[in-house]
Structure formats: structure tokens, C-alpha cells
């Protein structure tokens, strides 16, 4: 098992520019969430997907929207990229959303100039 | 949104030392989690509480529930170099997880 995967692992962007970070996880896991990880932060929600079919915002959302493509891939989006957007970016996934461990993925170091 | 106050924000140590890092929060939570993350990696759970006043040893690291359901404490004995890195806590509420702002860990060897 690969776990969760994330690519790219890294990108830089212009601003305004747009791209899609991809996320896919097989541990036919229900739920699905992506992060943003700024220094002295910790990790703060962007985006969640309890269930197939399902997305929620969470703490962070704006800019960003998200496809839960099928059980196994969830994908960001970023349509107008920003310099506060500059972050690492983590994919996780948990059996249920109501359970504790979420599995994280390398992330996806991006920079927006 | 949620804020968890996670301390000291960086620690250098002796290998050999304890430590001991917390976590406070202004919000009830029903689960603590306490992750590490190793450089240009994920974190990676290393102990969940489920009940107030519930300790848990997993190892040379041991992690305690508050019993107000709003703080949490991890501690390491007897530090090894391979315990460098990032300590985050984190509140599970409903389906959201919310992380404090980590503990940087370095081991002198």
C-alpha cells in the first residue's frame, strides 16, 4: 500500500496563475481532508470530504475549492493563486470522520510569486 | 476559529533528558492527538486520548487528557537523537481536527 499520495511535491507559480494539487489515498478510507501548513502554525483546515459525494469547508477555504473525484482521489484547486497562498499543502484521509487517525501524505510545497 | 496554544514552541536538549510540552485550548474537545512530523514529511500520530483524566503511555512517550477537556500534556523520557522534530497537538471535534502550533525538538547527542 502507498498510503496517501500527493503530487506535485513542489510548484511554483505566478500570481493569478491556477493549478490543481492532487491527492489519492488506498485505504479505501471514507473521509478526506486537505491542509495548509504556514511556519509556527501548525496545520489549519482548507477543505473536507466526510464521505464520497461530500465536501465541507473548514477553517481556511477561501481561494480554494475541491473535487472529490471518487472514493480514493480528492483535489485541490487553486483558480487565482495569491502570494498568502505560499504554504505546504498536506492530503490526509481517515476511515471515518469521526475517527482519530488521520494518515497524512508527503505534501506539496508550493510558491506563488 | 478554534485556537490551541501548544508550548514551548522549541526545545534543545541533551540527549538522555525528559521533556515535556503542552497544550491548552478555550474550547472543549472530545479527543486529544498528539502527531510528530520529521522533515519534509506528514505527521504521524503517535497518541490519541479518548476520555478526560485518561493517560496514555505508548513507549518512552506517555500523554495525558485534561480533565477540563481543555489541555493535554506530552512527555518524553529519556531522549534519543531519532526524537527530533515537530510535536503537534490536536482537538477532535465532530469531524475537525485542530492543530497547535508545534514544538520544535533537537537532541544534543
Known amino acids: 500500500n502507498a498510503g496517501v499520495t500527493q503530487t506535485p511535491k513542489f510548484q511554483v507559480l505566478k500570481t493569478g496563475q491556477s493549478m490543481t494539487l492532487q491527492c489519492a489515498q488506498d485505504m479505501n478510507h471514507n473521509s478526506m481532508y486537505w491542509y495548509r501548513q504556514d511556519p509556527g502554525m501548525g496545520l489549519r483546515l482548507i477543505y473536507y470530504?466526510?464521505?464520497?459525494?461530500?465536501?465541507d469547508k473548514g477553517e481556511v477555504p477561501n481561494g480554494y475549492n475541491v473535487s472529490r473525484l471518487n472514493k480514493r482521489e480528492f483535489s485541490l484547486r487553486l483558480e487565482s493563486a495569491a502570494p498568502s497562498q505560499t504554504s505546504v499543502y498536506f492530503c490526509?484521509?481517515?476511515?471515518?470522520?469521526?475517527?482519530?487517525?488521520?494518515?497524512f501524505g508527503p505534501g506539496t510545497r508550493l510558491t506563488v510569486l | 476559529g478554534q485556537q490551541l496554544n501548544q508550548s514551548p514552541q522549541s526545545m534543545f536538549i541533551q540527549e538522555g533528558e525528559d521533556v515535556s510540552m503542552n497544550c491548552t485550548s478555550s474550547s472543549i474537545f472530545n479527543t486529544w492527538l498528539w502527531y510528530k512530523q520529521d522533515p519534509g514529511e506528514g505527521p504521524v500520530l503517535l497518541i490519541a486520548?479518548?476520555?478526560?483524566?485518561e493517560l496514555t503511555s505508548n513507549g518512552r512517550l506517555t500523554a495525558q487528557f485534561g480533565i477540563t477537556r481543555k489541555d493535554s500534556f506530552l512527555n518524553i523520557s529519556a531522549s534519543i537523537p531519532s526524537d527530533v522534530g515537530i510535536y503537534f497537538c490536536a482537538g477532535l471535534k465532530g469531524a475537525m481536527l485542530t492543530f497547535g502550533g508545534g514544538t520544535r525538538l533537537m537532541v544534543k547527542p
Open positions: 470530504s466526510a464521505s464520497e459525494g461530500t465536501t
Open positions: 490526509a484521509s481517515t476511515q471515518d470522520h469521526s475517527y482519530n487517525e488521520q494518515f
Open positions: 486520548l479518548y476520555k478526560a483524566g
